[in-house]
């Protein structure tokens, strides 16, 4: 089976991945780099979203965790690393109301978790990281979270899959095209000539919505801007946890060097990172640790989110409109976390294999298109 993916952020290469590994014919098509938007820039923490134990988002989050502990696994063994390891996160609360929230979502979050997250107030919190400031008053330690580089991530999963035969075409495609309800191929920047292809991916992350508008198909899809600066480590230790708190993060990660963010911005395609952004992160930052005030900044980054109105991802394909088309995309803030799911689905969806986990409910058809 000839397959196309268009995107090689972490969906496009984890669907590059499962397939290539299963044998199938796999071309992906990136208009920049592999991992050069936010699935190479992101902060990397992986843990479950907060949100109703309800929520069929919240098993696919589990089974998407282990998709990455199996996927580190057999990565591991081919010599590629990119600092998958487990690294406890701690939700903190400023105020009280922040704190009765997270002790509400962590009953309902991590009711059937045999190893429960504690509650800890200032002084318990200072003995895992002296350097917190007094306004935090308490906060929630989960021991069930990882971390990794997610640069490094895409670039192991897109090597692994080039060993399996799949071939990168670094041009933007323009236009898919459908005969018969079918697809065709598709088209590339700067040429009319039909690359031929059984099966097409858009794994495309924001720029998803321009495709499927060649198409006449409206992705209810949009791009949410975060920046993330990181900040030289002058004196240790390191922080070994992930802190999180409102939409802010904060740590030293693999590279020896903090990493705090974050905004969310709703402005367009646009992924410059700007004085104002950096401002409100540091702002917000040294509020919770203010030893890092003076630390001198090494870099300073910002991508796009793909995000949808309700906050979950679309997985779908297009049976009864065009066959031989997938969509995966909207992971939002936990994209890399869903990752290994998207891009699993996707290939599944395309060998019209059975569904690992049922994802019926994140599809299109939600938005009534
Ligand atoms: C600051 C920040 C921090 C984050 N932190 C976390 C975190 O800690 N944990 C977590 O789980 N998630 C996190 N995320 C979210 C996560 O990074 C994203 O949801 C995820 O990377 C999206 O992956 P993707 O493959 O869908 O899209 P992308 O990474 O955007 O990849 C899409 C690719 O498609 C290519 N492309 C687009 N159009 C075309 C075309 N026409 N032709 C060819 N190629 C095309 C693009 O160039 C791009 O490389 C964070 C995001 C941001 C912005």
Known sequence: MNVSIIGGGVVGC???????KSGHSVTLFEKDEIAAHASGFSFGGLLPPLINSKDPLLSLSHFSLELHKKISFDLDQDGFNYYFKRKNSIHLAKKESEMKRLLFLSNQVFSHYQNKPVILNNSELKHIEARLSDKVIGGLHLNCSYDIDTYNFCRSLWESSKKFGAKLIKKEVTKI??????????????????????????AAGPWSKFIFESLGIEIPLFPVKGQIVRLKTISPPDIKVNFWWGPNYLSTKHDGNIWVGTTEEEVGFNEKPDIQGRKSIINSSVEIFPFIKDLPEVNHTACLRPITKDLKPIIDDFSDLI???????????????????MGLRAAEMVMSKKMSIDTSFLSIKRFSI
């Open 177 to 202: 095209e459908v005969n018969n309800n079918s697809v065709k191929g598709l088209k590339i920047k700067d040429s009319e000539e039909i690359i031929p292809s059984d099966h097409i991916i858009v």
């Open 14 to 20: 984890t669907a590059a991945y499962y397939l290539s």
């Open 323 to 341: 066959n031989g088309l997938v969509i995966s995309t909207g992971g939002g803030r936990n994209g890399i976390l869903f990752g290994p799911l």
